[in-house]
C-alpha cells in the first residue's frame, strides 16, 4: 500500500552545504508533518503544514532550515549551511485532517525517515 | 525541548514476561499515545488514550492515564521478541495543531 515515503533515506553532506529532503504524504492527506530525532532521543516536532498552508514552524531550530509544500502534496525541508548538530533522521507524518477539540483524533502516519549526516 | 520523560531508557526482559514502561509529561495535553520505532524504522502508533480516560487496552497493550501525576503507563503482557523496538509517548497539547510532543523512549528488548 501506499504510505509515507521519503528519499533520500541516507544523505550525507559536507559542513556548509544546502540540503533538500522529501516527503511524498499519504494522497489526500491534508496534515503534514516534520520531526527531528537525534541519535538516542525521541522526535522533535519541526513544522506543521495544513494543506499548502505552513501553520506552525515554531520547531524550526534556526533560520537555515526551511520547508514548503507549495501544491499541498509533497513536501520539501530544506537546511542552508548545514552544520554537525543538524546530524538526525528527518521524520515526515502526514494525516488525514486537521484534529479539532472535539477530540477527533486523525492518526499520524510516519515516513522511514531520512538519514542526515554531517560531516 | 521534550515534553515527556520515560523510564526505565533500556529494559530487558524474557519472552512470556510483561513489560512495563512509564511516561510522564509536563503541561495539560488533550491525548496521550503511544508509538513503537523498529530500528531503521519509522514509527507505528499502537494506542492513543484521551485526557478524560484512565484506561484503555488493545490486544496484548494496556495503557493508563493519571493526570493529577502527568504519568502514563504501556503495559505489554506476554512479549515476545518481535515486541523488541524503542517505545515513545507522545502528547497532543490544548493548541491549534495536533503536533506531538514526544518522551525520550525506552528501549526494550525480549530474548528468545
Known amino acids: 500500500g501506499a504510505g509515507v515515503s521519503q528519499s533520500p533515506r541516507y544523505k550525507v553532506a559536507k559542513r556548509g552545504q544546502d540540503v533538500a529532503l522529501r516527503c511524498d504524504p499519504i494522497s489526500g492527506h491534508v496534515s503534514l508533518f516534520w520531526y527531528q530525532q537525534a541519535l538516542g532521543q525521541g522526535p522533535e516536532f519541526l513544522t506543521y503544514?495544513?494543506?499548502?498552508?505552513?501553520?506552525?514552524k515554531s520547531g524550526l531550530p534556526s533560520d537555515r532550515f526551511f520547508a514548503e509544500r507549495p501544491e499541498g502534496s509533497v513536501s520539501t525541508l530544506k537546511i542552508q549551511r548545514t552544520q554537525q548538530e543538524d546530524s538526525a533522521v528527518y521524520l515526515c507524518?502526514?494525516?488525514?485532517?486537521?484534529?479539532?477539540?472535539?477530540?477527533?483524533?486523525?492518526?499520524?502516519?510516519f515516513g522511514p525517515g531520512t538519514r542526515l549526516t554531517v560531516t | 525541548s521534550q515534553q515527556g520523560e520515560e523510564d526505565p531508557q533500556a529494559l530487558s526482559i524474557q519472552e512470556g514476561e510483561n513489560a512495563t514502561m512509564n511516561c510522564s509529561y509536563k503541561t495539560s495535553i488533550n491525548n496521550l499515545q503511544w508509538y513503537r520505532q523498529n530500528s531503521g524504522r519509522g514509527l507505528v502508533h499502537l494506542i492513543l488514550?484521551?485526557?478524560?480516560?484512565r484506561e484503555k487496552h488493545s490486544g496484548r497493550l494496556r495503557v493508563t492515564l493519571d493526570t493529577s501525576k502527568k504519568s502514563s503507563s504501556l503495559l505489554i503482557t506476554a512479549s515476545r521478541a518481535a515486541d523488541t523496538a524503542s517505545y515513545f509517548c507522545?502528547?497532543?497539547?490544548?493548541?491549534?495543531?495536533?503536533?506531538?510532543?514526544f518522551g525520550t523512549g525506552t528501549r526494550l528488548q525480549v530474548f528468545p
Open positions: 503544514f495544513q494543506n499548502e498552508a505552513q501553520l506552525d
Open positions: 488514550i484521551r485526557s478524560n480516560e
Open positions: 507522545a502528547s497532543t497539547v490544548l493548541t491549534n495543531t495536533d503536533k506531538l510532543i
Open positions: 507524518a502526514s494525516s488525514l485532517a486537521f484534529v479539532d477539540r472535539t477530540g477527533n483524533f486523525y492518526e499520524q502516519y
